[in-house]
């Protein structure tokens, strides 16, 4: 008996709002469409949409647009938790600004039929974050026993760090959630080189959500180049290319495939290369003269 799991990956537009109830109108009819699914993946910052709220003054602005998300956070876990327990499904709803101290973090919250599962900040920042922004990171990564597997999050940024990948496999991770926001073709490349080589070397599922468009109203999201996929390990087990699914660049919409979590396992244990089980050869390696 195969342990089948059905993702869906969001390539994620934002739209401007008029309210609360046009947000919740949107997500549910997204969540509907891939309601066919056990996961759900939307992307970082996502949730930026609802800077719109604010008005066009609020939206434009980088540190107001920030703290106009995040008054709706709890409006929008219940609308997620109300939505995973009605499709029975598992959603990572989209990422956006969380104030626990003086700065906010970046954060993720994952959802399952049951209710809020737990929530993953971004680790390391980019340079957009640090020194324009100041959102800041939360070290410490989790990993959420599931009945869709063992899932870890790497947002964005955090994938093109092989050390926190292999945190997450050595916690036992099957499956990877990158949910990105990246605004050229080249941040995207970034975060899909960084997810497939984590999925290589982890011999595990990674899922790539990305955000898309052209937004006008808001500096921290005005430009979203990507495609969503579902990648895995190109060692025999899994496709060659180590694309399981993968959309078209810069079109809206789910990618949707299905993935049996067993093979995580048997590659990890019987693939034609083992990188899992090699890692440790790779550490306090020494140059030679």
């Not at 994620?12 to 949107?26: E, G, I, Q």
């Not at 998300?69 to 600004?97: F, Y």
């Not at 955000?211 to 025999?236: H, L, S």
């Not at 660049?249 to 083992?274: F, H, I, Q, T, Y």
Request: charged share 25%; net charge negative.
């Amino acid at each position: 008996m195969t342990r089948t799991v059905r993702i869906a990956a969001a390539a994620y537009p934002f739209d401007w709002l008029a309210d609360f109830d046009a947000y919740r109108a949107k997500i549910a009819r997204w969540v509907q469409e891939a309601a066919d699914c056990d996961l759900l993946v939307f992307p970082e910052y996502g949730a930026m949409e609802l800077a719109s709220l604010g008005g066009r003054a609020v939206a434009g602005d980088l540190e107001a647009s920030l703290h106009e998300v995040a008054r709706h956070e709890p409006a929008r876990d219940a609308l997620h938790k109300e939505l995973a327990a009605r499709h029975g499904v598992h959603i990572l709803a989209a990422s956006g600004p969380a104030f626990e101290g003086p700065r906010p973090v970046n954060r993720a919250v994952l959802f399952g039929p049951q209710g809020r599962i737990g929530h993953q900040d971004k680790q390391v920042m980019t340079r957009f974050e640090r020194e324009d922004w100041d959102v800041v990171g939360a070290p410490g990564l989790r990993v959420f026993d599931t009945a869709v597997g063992r899932l870890g999050v790497l947002i964005c940024y955090d994938s093109e760090f092989p050390l926190l990948g292999r945190a997450l496999a050595e916690a036992g991770a099957e499956v990877v959630l990158t949910p990105s926001c990246t605004d050229t073709v080249a941040g995207f490349n970034r975060v899909r080189i960084g997810a497939m080589a984590r999925a290589l070397e982890s011999q595990c599922v990674v899922v790539q959500a990305p955000t898309v468009g052209e937004v006008d109203w808001n500096p921290a999201i005005d430009e979203n180049r990507g495609a969503a996929a579902i990648y895995a390990p190109p060692d025999g087990l899994w496709p060659e290319s180590g694309v399981v699914a993968e959309g078209a660049m810069d079109a809206p919409g789910w990618v949707k495939a299905s993935v049996d979590l067993d093979l995580v396992a048997e590659s990890r244990r019987n693939g034609r290369v083992l990188p899992f089980a090699h890692w440790g050869e790779t550490v306090g390696v020494r140059m030679v003269d």
